[in-house]
């Protein structure tokens, strides 16, 4: 695995996480009949939030993000992408783990949505991720947090 590190995000990482998000998104988004070439970067720039968002670098390069936002008595994991050229390095496993130690710790409950069909939906079952919800474009997930 390539080093990584993750780094707080700031408003000048908008644009690049926006592109970031077209590009692993689209593939999906098609096979679902909902991309839209400026609505999935216009999405991403409408609900950007750098106070809980983090830069994925690799190599000192910036290569995805991920946010983690507190909603009540859990965090919304949002907005986790990684650069076609880092995935399936661990790079993303290894960044998961260390986000749901955090909530481990706190005794935070954590919720995402994943498109159907995704296969990060597999990634996020592995990680003790089970099924809540879902509608014809989403699957919502629940995680409660693991016991020490």
């Not at 999935?40 to 968002?53: E, I, K, M, N, S």
């Not at 592995?126 to 919502?140: K, M, N, T, Y």
């Amino acid at each position: 695995m390539a080093d990584w590190t993750i780094r707080a995000a700031s408003m000048a990482d908008v644009e690049a996480v926006a592109e970031l998000r077209a590009v692993v998104l689209r593939a999906d988004l098609e096979r679902l009949g909902r991309y839209d070439d400026q609505r999935v970067r216009q999405r991403l720039r409408d609900g950007f939030a750098p106070a809980y968002t983090w830069i994925v670098e690799v190599d000192g390069a910036f290569a995805g993000c991920v946010a983690l936002r507190p909603d009540g008595d859990a965090h919304w994991l949002e907005h986790f992408y990684l650069a076609p050229r880092c995935q399936g390095s661990g790079i993303g496993t290894a960044v998961l783990r260390e986000l749901l130690e955090r909530c481990d710790r706190d005794g935070t409950l954590v919720r995402l949505n994943v498109l159907r069909g995704s296969p990060a939906r597999r990634l996020y079952e592995r990680h003790g991720f089970a099924l809540d919800s879902e509608d014809p474009v989403d699957v919502f997930m629940v995680r409660t947090p693991a016991s020490r």
